[in-house]
């Protein structure tokens, strides 16, 4: 981010916010950029919404009434502390630790890390706090299906129709898409879901973690963010996800395989770089076998 960007940034904070002092970009992403920043001498960190336009605008909203929510239900050290807010902005307390990595795959992560993460997801999937009802409108819907975005108002209709529209994109055999499709739906049991459970989205601080990012927390297939989890590790961590989540050859276990197949479907439209690209095809076969025969996946 420019000098330029940051000073039309304070001038927008100045007037709502005058204690606030930014000291430099944390992170940025194709819809927010992250600060790092005081308040009242409180360490704290800014996200900035730089592309309000569908479906950007939308999530970012959604994470503001969630984190809104969880502060006003007394459960929000569950979730970053929301200190203050407006329509383009968030300011969230600092969270002491590190993003297991900055992108999408995390190569090689300590099981330790791993366990730590599926314990931070547990805690937010037992609490009771309302997710916001707030619905995407129908240009935002449009963009989030045609991107295969996360939707927390609609958990399964999302997965199966974004496995349609990856079959159409050539990401995934027709066949193969259809399968997983009706592991879906044979088992179509919603659960609490960070929704977006990458490697990046979660801060670790020695043996602890804490999930950030939750503009996609819902009601999502019970298995997604184990699947997106186990998608995005390294195949010697696999197995600790798949132990957690308690993968079985029945139709619970066939909506994880289900799952898995499609975040690596996700992770196919997302990914550049041919030796990425070929390396999630190989596994997004195994995947689709071990669908086929109620196999385990893990390597």
């Not at 590190?98 to 995390?106: C, D, E």
Request: aromatic share 6%; glycine share 8%.
């Amino acid at each position: 981010m420019s000098c330029i960007d940051i000073t039309n940034i304070l001038g927008l904070l100045r007037e709502q916010l005058p204690t606030l002092h930014v000291h430099g970009v944390l992170a940025r992403s194709l819809k927010c950029h992250v600060l790092s920043a005081s308040l009242d001498g409180r360490s704290v960190v800014v996200k900035w919404l730089a592309r309000p336009e569908p479906p950007w605008g939308w999530y970012f909203e959604r994470e503001q009434k969630l984190l809104s929510a969880f502060a006003a239900s007394g459960e929000g050290g569950v979730t970053p502390e929301l200190l203050a807010s407006g329509p383009r902005w968030m300011v969230l307390a600092r969270i002491a630790g590190a993003a297991i990595v900055p992108g999408r795959l995390a190569r090689d992560v300590d099981p330790t890390v791993v366990a730590a993460v599926l314990r931070a997801r547990h805690r937010l999937a037992q609490t009771t706090t309302p997710r916001p009802s707030f619905v995407p409108d129908s240009r935002t819907l449009a963009e989030m299906r045609s991107r295969l975005l996360e939707d927390p108002c609609d958990g399964l209709g999302w997965c199966t129709e974004g496995l349609a529209r990856g079959a159409a994109l050539d990401l995934i055999d027709l066949d193969d898409a259809a399968l997983a499709i009706a592991a879906l739906r044979t088992w179509p049991i919603l659960a609490r879901s960070h929704g977006d459970l990458l490697p990046r989205n979660v801060i670790v601080d020695g043996a602890s973690a804490r999930l950030v990012d939750l503009e996609c927390a819902g009601d999502h297939p019970e298995a997604w963010d184990h699947a997106l989890l186990w998608a995005n590790l390294c195949p010697a961590n696999r197995r600790v996800v798949e132990t957690d989540f308690g993968l079985d050859h029945g139709p619970r276990g066939q909506s994880f395989r289900a799952c898995v197949v499609f975040a690596l479907v996700r992770e196919l439209k997302f990914a550049r770089g041919a030796r990425l690209v070929g390396e999630l095809q190989k596994t997004l076969q195994d995947a689709v076998s071990a669908l086929r025969s109620r196999g385990f996946l893990g390597n």
